[in-house]
């Protein structure tokens, strides 16, 4: 069942998108109690935020359906306005400090600072519909599409710069339960394509990939399906992380955490399940806390695992969480979060974009909504 709520949430998007979307009002429940307030501010993200991240200098930075948005502490700002009116999806700062946007429909925007690059399965992407994007520990930008990845490798653009180059893109496809490296041409197998969740490198370099079949890992060299202890695949992950201790935790079904410690002890079981609560995003912040957003039946929930209780968990208990923010209404689903340096969590959702500083829950609104 939890799996075909999160499998139904993109279909929720899609819907969204064809609907044009509707101003909603959103009721917040939280056991801390906190106080909840509006902040009405022009350029306010209103439609549906999908990933939230914060640059090297501050500023929070939003994929959504109405543009790009960066937020300065002060004032939000659409950077795609006068470029796209595509809908965006996934957005990265790369070590350079240059963006790449993913979106939905009409390839990845590349963005310097003051110029912009399209780039589409024109110039080698292997979908228009870019749903993730990572950058690995060696400089290469992953881009999770419909159907599979690309990688693309600056060292292989062609030209003076990347702005007026051909970019080098290498694809893999997925076809069912394995991903091959794409060397014909062909775009995809004849049949539905897979679209890929969630992209992350773990700290000995193999890469973690959740999709909406299975999930896999990739060394580097090959790309192998995700299976549990007893040899079943973890499908429709939308969330991975690895924790400050190497662990990596994500969620199909529920709240999963891999021990790769454990796997290199005889009888010990690497793989541990902590909640049945299905995981959309996830996240680990400073305290060592694991953070969720999750949807459970008509409702979304954010929320919050605590380190000492994580330390002392026994498995397959159906840990509680310590916080437990719920949004009735499955349109105002919570997507991505994000903790920003201030230590406050960020959440993007279907109806723009949230603020938890522990003690306020702030729902930052836009003031064309109010009209």
Do not use: H
């Not at 062909?186 to 897979?194: A, D, E, G, H, L």
């Not at 079904?253 to 790769?260: E, F, I, T, V």
């Amino acid at each position: 069942m939890k799996y075909i709520q999160l499998n139904a949430l993109f279909l929720i998007l899609v819907f969204w998108a064809s609907c044009g979307g509707q101003n909603q009002t959103t009721v917040l429940k939280d056991t801390n109690k906190s106080e909840t307030k509006d902040v009405i501010i022009s350029n306010a993200p209103s439609y549906i935020v999908r990933t939230v991240i914060q640059d090297r200098k501050g500023n929070i930075w939003m994929a959504s359906w109405e543009g790009i948005i960066r937020y300065d502490g002060k004032s939000f700002t659409n950077i795609t306005s006068k470029v796209t009116s595509a809908r965006f999806f996934s957005v990265l700062e790369d070590r350079k400090g240059n963006f790449w946007f993913g979106t939905i429909g009409s390839g990845v925007y590349y963005y310097d600072g003051s110029s912009f690059k399209n780039f589409t399965t024109k110039d080698g992407l292997l979908n228009n519909e870019v749903t993730s994007i990572y950058e690995d520990k060696k400089g290469n930008i992953w881009f999770g599409v419909s159907g599979g990845l690309s990688r693309y490798d600056p060292s292989q653009a062609v030209g003076k710069s990347l702005l007026t180059g051909q970019a080098g893109f290498r694809n893999f496809i997925i076809d069912e339960n394995v991903i091959n490296e794409d060397w014909t041409g062909k775009t995809f197998p004849n049949r539905q394509p897979i679209s890929i969740n969630t992209i992350i490198e773990d700290k000995t370099g193999k890469l973690w990939i959740g999709t909406r079949g299975d999930a896999f890992t990739y060394d580097g060299k090959k790309f192998t399906a995700l299976t549990n202890n007893d040899g079943k695949t973890f499908k429709n992950v939308w969330g991975i992380v690895e924790d400050r201790k190497g662990n990596i935790w994500f969620g199909d079904d529920g709240l999963w955490r891999y021990d790769p410690s454990a796997a290199l002890k005889t009888g010990s079981s690497s793989f541990t399940k902590l909640s049945e609560k299905g995981v959309l995003s996830i996240l680990e912040d400073k305290k060592g806390n694991i953070w969720t957003s999750s949807v459970v039946g008509r409702s979304s929930e954010l929320l919050r695992y605590d380190a000492k209780s994580l330390s002392n968990m026994i498995p397959f208990s159906n840990i509680k969480p310590t916080v437990t923010i719920v949004s009735d209404g499955i349109d105002n689903a919570f997507f991505g979060i994000l903790e920003a340096f201030d230590g406050s969590i960020w959440i993007g959702s279907g109806s723009g974009v949230y603020r938890y500083d522990g003690k306020t829950f702030t729902n930052f609104k836009s003031k064309e909504s109010q009209k």
